[in-house]
């Protein structure tokens, strides 16, 4: 009996430990301006964790196909379940990069029959489709159709911390304000760089745009039209360069061209000193069957002046690149000493052909973009992921795969970008956990030292640091600069008054 009555209370605790992860969540939406006319609601949303987008929904469902379904002005929606729709996306707020992130973000467009300059909306978020449930309820008016609001799995618990795009703006105003004293205060000579996530409605751009004035940063990107009528930001360039063993002189000034064509077309203008970016978290791109590639691997090859007989083979022509630790691992069943020989040599060859590659696209951007800046962000996964300075013989705990990073001292040596482009990935503390990672301050210094050494204190270095609690913020940012970083590119809501006061920049 006894035993019975324990199973009982370890069911109806098993039941509401179920309940309380399992809450639902529903929403439903009303526009009350514009009058006389229909709509319906384009759901979305951002959130934190992969795969980083809620899914497209349209409220009511068979809106988009047909008309007749639309809603009138003035009446509620039906209740849509966000938790069905979401599932395991929603979440509370988390411990990201050094610090917390955000609930996820509801985005609604209110969709009407023809356009219209204003909306005055209500969202409502209940735990169960009826009025009785409901545990936050907004509403707003504002010009344009879309506006978001924030989410939380436990939306009983937190809805005291739900706001809309509009109160969110208005917060982050405020604390801009705040920790300036309403002064803009920004270095002329350094890079303070970030970017906005994604376009809001005008006047939140306008005041997202204030709080990035005020705390001091001078580079912004995916800036909107409005942003850049009324603040002095530079606009960054960036291209996805194809730098590949394949690719000649010729094919890097092509690519270099065609996105200088395009930005041409755009009205979009680099200032003098602005920083241009090839790419993300770059490494050294495979040869694999590619023929151009193979080509130009056996004429390197050939230029080290060593004999075919070096490698097992007749010809070099016959050398077969060895990419990762296991094709190394099957050819050394074969012949371990010939395996390793062309392993290293083919690892050699990828880094000095990315070198090679970021050196021509370089001088491209120079030819067409004028004095610009250019720039890559080093991937430093295979470095701390790996087994340090070039591949992990084993999957990247970070990746997944076996990737071969550039060789920084040759970048910095031969300076194939005009700065150096450093990250705290894989120094996040709170991400991953201590079998992933290590303190992201130590692997900032040690980073820059390398491109800083390299180039015996000539190539400048850009810092990508994310947000961070301040103390973090604090090591993170004294580790590069200590190390000769002088430039920062971070994530908006950072308080840069910090970053001026460790490089005393006024």
């Known amino acids: ?30 526009m009350v301006e514009p009058k006389n006319t229909r709509y319906f609601v384009k759901l979305g949303g951002y959130v934190h964790i992969p795969n980083w987008y809620i899914p497209v929904a349209y409220i009511p469902g068979n809106a988009l196909q047909n008309p007749e379904f639309w809603v009138k002005a003035d009446d509620y929606t039906s209740w849509f379940d966000l938790k069905k729709h979401a599932g395991n996306l929603l979440h509370g ?14 985005t609604a467009d209110f969709i009407t029959e023809k356009p219209y300059e204003f909306r005055s909306v209500i969202i409502e978020i209940a ?21 978001s609001f924030l989410v939380s799995k436990n939306i009983e618990k937190d809805a005291e911390f739900l706001e809309t795009a509009g109160q969110m703006t208005e917060r982050h105003l405020l604390w801009a304000r705040q920790a300036t004293g309403g002064k ?11 970017s906005f996530w994604a376009p809001q409605r005008e006047e939140l751009n306008l005041k997202e745009g204030e709080v990035l004035w005020l705390l001091g940063f001078n580079t912004v ?21 194809n730098f590949g063993p394949d690719v000649s002189k010729d094919d890097a000034e092509t690519q270099v061209q065609k996105t200088y064509s395009n930005y041409v077309r755009s009205g979009i203008k680099l200032e003098l000193g602005t920083i241009f970016n090839f790419s993300d978290e770059v490494t050294c791109p495979e040869i694999k069957n590619n023929p151009v590639a193979l080509r130009n691997f056996h004429d390197y090859l050939k230029t080290q002046k060593i004999k075919p007989e070096f490698f097992g083979v007749k010809k070099i022509e016959d050398v077969v690149p060895i990419e990762s630790p296991r094709q190394l691992k099957e050819r050394q069943e074969q012949n371990g000493k010939f395996a390793n020989r ?30 610009v800046y250019t720039s890559t962000l080093v991937a430093d996964h295979p470095y701390f992921a790996g087994t340090g300075l070039g591949m992990g013989m084993g999957p990247n705990p970070a990746w997944g795969s ?33 079998n992933w990672t290590w303190e992201g301050f130590q692997l900032m210094g040690f980073q820059a030292s390398i491109f800083r050494s390299g180039s015996d204190g000539t190539m400048p270095v850009i810092a990508w640091i994310t947000p961070s609690d301040e103390i973090n913020l604090r090591l993170k940012t004294s580790s590069a600069l200590c190390q000769g970083a002088k430039h920062f590119f971070t994530g908006p809501m950072v308080p840069l008054q910090q970053v001026q006061k460790i490089t005393g920049q006024t």
Request: proline share 4%; with cysteine; charged share 25%.
């Open 342 to 371: 062309i392993f290293y040599y083919t690892c050699r060859f990828r880094q000095i052909s990315t070198n090679q590659k970021f050196k021509w696209l370089t001088e491209a951007v120079h030819k067409y973009f004028g004095n």
């Open 221 to 241: 990107g995916n800036q909107m039209k409005e942003v850049k009528e009324k603040f002095n930001f530079r606009v960054p360039g960036h291209m996805w360069a």
């Open 1 to 30: 009996m006894r035993v019975k009555y324990l199973f009982l209370l370890f069911l109806v605790l098993c039941m509401g430990l179920y309940a309380e992860t399992t809450e639902s969540i529903y929403v439903r939406f009303k």
């Open 93 to 106: 707020r988390l411990n990201r990069s050094g610090g917390v992130a955000e609930f996820p973000n509801i």
């Open 402 to 434: 076996t990737p071969l990073a550039c060789d920084w001292f040759a970048m910095a040596r031969e300076k194939v970008v005009d700065i150096a482009g450093i990250e705290d990935w894989m120094g996040l503390q709170y991400m991953y956990g201590p």
């Open 184 to 194: 803009h205060n920004s270095p002329e000579k350094l890079i303070i760089q970030t």
């Open 127 to 147: 735990t169960r489709p009826d009025e009785k449930s409901i545990v936050k309820r907004f509403q707003e008016s504002y010009r344009g159709s879309l506006t």
